[in-house]
T-cell receptor, first 115, second 115 residues
Framework: AQSVAQPEDQVNVAEGNPLTVKCTYSVSGNPYLFWYVQYPNRGLQFLLKYITGDNLVKGSYGFEAEFNKSQTSFHLKKPSALVSDSALYFCAVRGATSGTYKYIFGTGTRLKVLA | SAVISQKPSRDICQRGTSLTIQCQVDSQVTMMFWYRQQPGQSLTLIATANQGSEATYESGFVIDKFPISRPNLTFSTLTVSNMSPEDSSIYLC????????????FGDGTRLSIL
């Protein structure tokens, strides 16, 4: 069965410092991995995805993610955090289950960037 | 990416009543998904709605409680029936591409409180 784990409920980082939000996955076959961000009173917004190719994927708002097959991880990173990056972040994996193309979401990590 | 409009954005309802949530997409899509996000928690898939067929419900969700309509390729509704306080959640509509590598795009959600 497919699964995604986000081991940290909350991550605090000072503005200007690098940030990492962790995600590990379990899937049979090739993983299709996604990161989303949710701001207050909004739906989820797509940040970036890994399908194949380069292990370092660049996305929106200066975010990037590193795919590590041996560690089954897909951590989200940003070199310099902004206060406006404070939000809820979800990792997701997608694959065919009974042909429904379901997405499996992690439990979310709340990022707080402190001024 | 698709633009998704969800109505209402929020509502406060009485126990035992029903509410229908509308989801309108600005382009034709094959699959639409309905999720529930309980306070501070991750997304739980309620059902997948394909045009021209019955919705596919996930374990723990039944059609009598969450009837779904999908009359065309740009519109869907989710009804939350006979509501109780446990139904207080955010309900999210999303659309996803046909390919495995396609991210989902979400509406801003309906914030539902049951008194």
């Amino acid at each position: 069965a497919q699964s995604v784990a986000q081991p940290e409920d909350q991550v605090n980082v000072a503005e200007g410092n690098p940030l990492t939000v962790k995600c590990t996955y379990s899937v049979s076959g090739n993983p299709y991995l996604f990161w989303y961000v949710q701001y207050p009173n909004r739906g989820l917004q797509f940040l970036l995805k890994y399908i194949t190719g380069d292990n370092l994927v660049k996305g929106s708002y200066g975010f990037e993610a590193e795919f590590n097959k041996s560690q089954t991880s897909f951590h989200l990173k940003k070199p310099s955090a902004l206060v406006s990056d404070s939000a809820l972040y979800f990792c997701a994996v997608r694959g065919a289950t009974s042909g429904t193309y379901k997405y499996i979401f992690g439990t979310g990590t709340r990022l707080k960037v402190l001024a | 990416s698709a633009v998704i409009s969800q109505k209402p954005s929020r509502d406060i309802c009485q126990r035992g009543t029903s509410l229908t949530i509308q989801c309108q997409v600005d382009s034709q899509v094959t699959m639409m998904f309905w999720y529930r996000q309980q306070p501070g928690q991750s997304l739980t898939l309620i059902a997948t709605a394909n045009q021209g067929s019955e919705a596919t419900y996930e374990s723990g969700f039944v059609i009598d409680k969450f009837p779904i309509s999908r009359p065309n390729l740009t519109f869907s509704t989710l009804t939350v029936s006979n509501m109780s306080p446990e139904d207080s959640s955010i309900y999210l509509c999303s659309v996803g591409g046909q390919g495995y590598d396609q991210p989902q795009h979400f509406g801003d959600g309906t914030r539902l409180s049951i008194l």
